[in-house]
T-cell receptor, first 114, second 112 residues
């Protein structure tokens, strides 16, 4: 079992809809959770991070964390064609601090259609 | 500089050649990480420096891989006797202590 699992997609949503990206992790000691966006041929770009159970909102993005279920998700409201990219879930595997070693999932490719 | 800078952007090496990949982190960033990203996969951890100290090299796939950061700033990832399976994008990331990572644009290595 991979430490961080994501559906590879592609996940296709129409413009203006809500995109829901999901991620599960295996290490119960994980403390910090990150979502990165990666356009084709580019480097990962941090979208959001979350430490506590519940929701964290930033503009059109909402991260949701449920440590009991070992589940973290990213919701993108009012999806735009520019949101089309691969979204990487990353987990800090039980180390203190946010700058510690991250374990990444394989990413979910999102396509926002016109 | 404004961001993490990596060079070269692209490198083609013949099997058996040695390569050196450079990373210039954001000024003042104490932590520096190297990751390897194969096509269609997420980044995989290679090694971590805090200043000049290499605190974790558990992700280096073999003893052909070596990384250094002698003055706590610029880092070099060296791969000796390259093999085809080394073909990947090598990403460098830096951060302040206990802050999220900022990635460079990576070096795409192709071993022929």
């Amino acid at each position: 079992q991979k430490e961080v699992e994501q559906n590879s997609g592609p996940l296709s949503v129409p413009e203006g809809a809500i995109a829901s990206l999901n991620c599960t992790y295996s290490d119960r000691g994980s403390q910090s959770f990150f979502w990165y966006r990666q356009y084709s041929g580019k480097s990962p770009e941090l979208i959001m991070f979350i430490y506590s159970n519940g929701d964290k909102e930033d503009g059109r993005f909402t991260a949701q964390l449920n440590k009991a279920s070992q589940y973290v998700s990213l919701l993108i409201r009012d999806s735009q064609p520019s949101d089309s990219a691969t979204y990487l879930c990353a987990v800090n595997g039980g180390h203190t601090g946010t700058a510690s070693k991250l374990t990444f999932g394989t990413g979910t490719r999102l396509q926002v259609t016109l | 500089g404004a961001g993490v800078s990596q060079s070269p952007r692209y490198k083609v090496a013949k099997r058996g050649q040695d390569v050196a990949l450079r990373c210039d982190p954001i000024s003042g960033h104490v932590s520096l990480f190297w990751y390897q990203q194969a096509l269609g996969q997420g980044p995989e951890f290679l090694t971590y420096f805090q200043n000049e100290a290499q605190l974790d090299k558990s992700g280096l796939p073999s003893d052909r891989f070596f990384a250094e950061r002698p003055e706590g700033s610029v880092s070099t990832l060296k791969i000796q006797r390259t093999q085809q399976e080394d073909s990947a994008v090598y990403l460098c990331a830096s951060s302040r202590l206990d802050s999220p990572l900022h990635f460079g644009n990576g070096t795409r290595l192709t071993v022929t």
